[in-house]
């Protein structure tokens, strides 16, 4: 039994996610591979072959894969993955994006989102925005699987893997990249971040937004925010936390006016501790909250900050 | 131009799910059922699309039980041209979603297929780009603005980090995000038109693909539930308990 682990990358730097992949492939047992798809990629590669339980680090470097567009890869992905027993990718928009196309090309199933690893074949993943958990079982040749980062450690880094250069070339000349437009911050990224601070509609606007800087730097912790403050135009659409968001498991998430909405709890409810900032006693969000202030969050913000 | 727009009739979002005793899955006995929320978005893109004269046909296309043919007369009120419905009493996964509305891409020849980024209770988000596999086109996944270009579609989509452009050759799959567009409400007297517009119905095993799944579920459970803790009086109470209590501070 081999298991192919799709590396998650800026070409540049290798993402923490891969790490928790690779870890949870560990579970399933066997050799692990982790193909780095990429142009100009040494670096990540570098890091690649430090992850432990990796057994063999596989490199396409070729321009067609510089942004990862989902055909060509997929097409890398589905030629050689015919000899494997399991693939892999985290659950991040790359790893959705490309991972059901992967699939498709081997006429077999993906599941999604998977949070534990029962046996080689059984696996158990949320459905319904979290309310339900299913165990499923897989009786195709090749299981193919998106990984929640948030359920899995990393693996460590202290490994030297070899590695293999691919010669494999796949560009379907359907799809090219035009631009992006990222958000940079200098906070932890709200999926790897031990603290989360988030902001509701009850923010009311943009500017609001930065009385959570102030905490978030004393706290080291990531900027978050509901669907509804998205969707309003007070921060980028990376901020979400929820269902069809960002799934996020930190020791501390503080939730600042956001009525606790089930899909915005699907995002956050396995985080260790909550807090709930609501003026409105009723809100949801207290139901799952450890600590809950029943207040004004424009009087208590400022308060919040300075005692820490 | 001919847009291809396969929806899902799901529970309702606003519908706090239960676990049944027995394990097999959730309770759908008398739960308010719906269109899928990406799906309403997908069919107000298209529809938009028209309106714009961009597309001249908007075709709804679910898979499932008869039940289905709701879900398309709400996308029929909301402005589809016309549905097809492709009944089975099968529960499909992904995979079979997509070979069946391959075999209906290849049928229709759409220039485009909207659906849904996630169906919102598999919450797979898969559908897309195994159709797009299967018919090697383009995937624009999770999309938040679609613009057609004369045979091109560039697509804005929403990932992890920010926001990325891409351009696909037509014929073309778009996944639709929640920022796409705010679908509108179906109108009393479009609601009585859509009782007059055509919908189609065919034996999803008439197309030739084999439905059944390899995936099989072993028991669904309810999730380790939380309970609320405690309401704490003011800033310096809540700051005390985080520090020495909980201490994540
Ligand atoms: C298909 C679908 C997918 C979705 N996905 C997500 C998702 O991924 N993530 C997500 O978050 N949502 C998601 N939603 C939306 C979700 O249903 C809710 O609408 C959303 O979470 C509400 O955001 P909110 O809590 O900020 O706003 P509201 O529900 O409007 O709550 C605002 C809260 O702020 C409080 N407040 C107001 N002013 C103050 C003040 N001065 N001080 C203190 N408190 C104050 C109010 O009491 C209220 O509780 C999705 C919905 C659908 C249909
Ligand atoms: N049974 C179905 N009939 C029609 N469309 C479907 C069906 N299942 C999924 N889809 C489409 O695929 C999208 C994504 O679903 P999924 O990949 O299951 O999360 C949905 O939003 C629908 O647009």
């Keep these: 039994m081999t298991i192919l682990v799709i590396a998650e990358h800026s070409n540049d730097a290798l993402k923490a996610d ?35 339980g990796v057994s063999k680090v596989l490199v396409a470097d070729a321009s067609v894969y510089s942004h990862q567009l989902a055909e060509n890869v997929a097409a890398l992905v589905a030629e050689i993955g015919r000899d494997y027993s399991h693939i892999l990718a985290a659950a991040t928009t790359t790893g959705k994006n490309m991972l059901p196309r992967v699939a498709a090309l081997l006429d077999v199933a993906q599941l999604s989102d998977v ?90 606007n943009g500017e609001n937004f930065a009385m959570l800087n102030g905490i978030a730097d004393k706290l080291n912790a990531a900027i978050g925010a509901s669907r509804a403050a998205v969707d309003a135009g007070f921060v980028p659409n990376d901020m979400q936390v929820g ?57 208590v913000l400022p308060e919040f900050e300075q005692q820490l | 131009m001919k847009i291809l727009v396969p929806v899902k009739r799901v529970i309702d979002y606003n519908v706090k799910v239960r676990v049944k005793a027995d394990q097999t899955g959730v309770d759908l006995a008398n739960v308010k059922m719906a269109l899928n929320p990406f799906c309403e978005i997908a069919v107000e893109e298209a529809v938009r699309l028209k309106e714009a004269g961009v597309a001249t046909e908007v075709v709804a296309v679910s898979i499932g039980a008869k039940a289905v043919q709701e879900q398309l007369r709400t996308a029929l009120a909301l402005g589809a041209d016309r549905a097809i419905h492709l009944e089975t009493e099968h529960n499909l996964d992904s995979l079979q979603v997509a070979k069946l509305l391959a075999k209906l891409v290849e049928e229709e020849q759409p220039k485009l297929v909207i659906l849904g980024k996630q169906a919102i209770d598999s919450d797979n988000n898969q559908t897309g780009q195994m159709l797009a596999a299967l018919t090697g086109m383009g995937q624009g996944t999770f999309a938040s603005k679609v613009v057609v270009d004369g045979d091109k579609v560039q697509v804005t989509r929403e990932i992890d980090g920010g926001l990325q452009t891409v351009e696909l050759s ?47 579920t072993l028991k669904v459970t309810a999730p380790p539930s939380r309970k609320g803790g405690v309401i704490v009086e003011s800033v310096a109470e809540l700051v005390e308990k985080l520090k020495h209590e909980a201490k994540v501070i």
Excluded: W
């Excluded at chain 1, 949870?24 to 432990?52: E, F, K, M, Q, Y």
């Excluded at chain 2, 009585?192 to 034996?203: G, R, S, T, Y």
């Design chain 1, 18 to 52: 891969t790490h928790k992949v690779v870890q949870a492939a560990t579970r399933i047992g066997g050799d692990i591979h982790l193909l780095v798809a990429g142009a100009n990629c040494d670096n990540a590669v570098s890091a690649a072959a430090t992850i432990a």
């Design chain 1, 115 to 204: 949070i534990a690893i029962e046996s080689a074949d059984t696996f158990v993943r949320p459905v319904y925005a979290g309310n339900a958990i299913a165990t499923v079982q897989s009786a195709d040749a090749i299981k193919v699987l998106t990984v929640r980062g948030a359920a899995f450690d990393a693996a460590a880094e202290d490994n030297n893997a070899p590695v293999e250069k691919l010669d494999i070339v796949k560009d379907l000349q359907v799809s090219s990249f035009v631009s992006e437009e990222l958000t940079k911050s200098a906070r932890p990224e709200l999926t790897g971040a031990k603290v989360i601070i988030s902001g509701g509609r009850g923010m009311q």
């Design chain 1, 243 to 299: 269902q069809t968001g960002k799934i996020v498991a930190p020791d501390l998430y503080i939730a600042v006016g956001i009525s606790g909405a089930i899909q915005h709890l699907a995002g956050m409810k396995d985080s260790k501790v909550i807090v709930a900032i609501n003026k409105d006693a009723d809100a949801p969000i207290f139901q799952v909250a450890d600590y809950g202030l029943v207040a004004d969050l424009f009087t």
């Design chain 2, 170 to 216: 037509l014929p073309a799959v778009v996944s639709t995000d929640l920022r796409l567009n705010e679908p509108r409400y179906a109108s009393l007297p479009n609601i009585m038109k859509a009782k007059k517009k055509p919908l189609d119905v065919k034996a999803a095993d008439s197309l030739g693909v084999n439905l059944d799944s390899k995936v099989s």
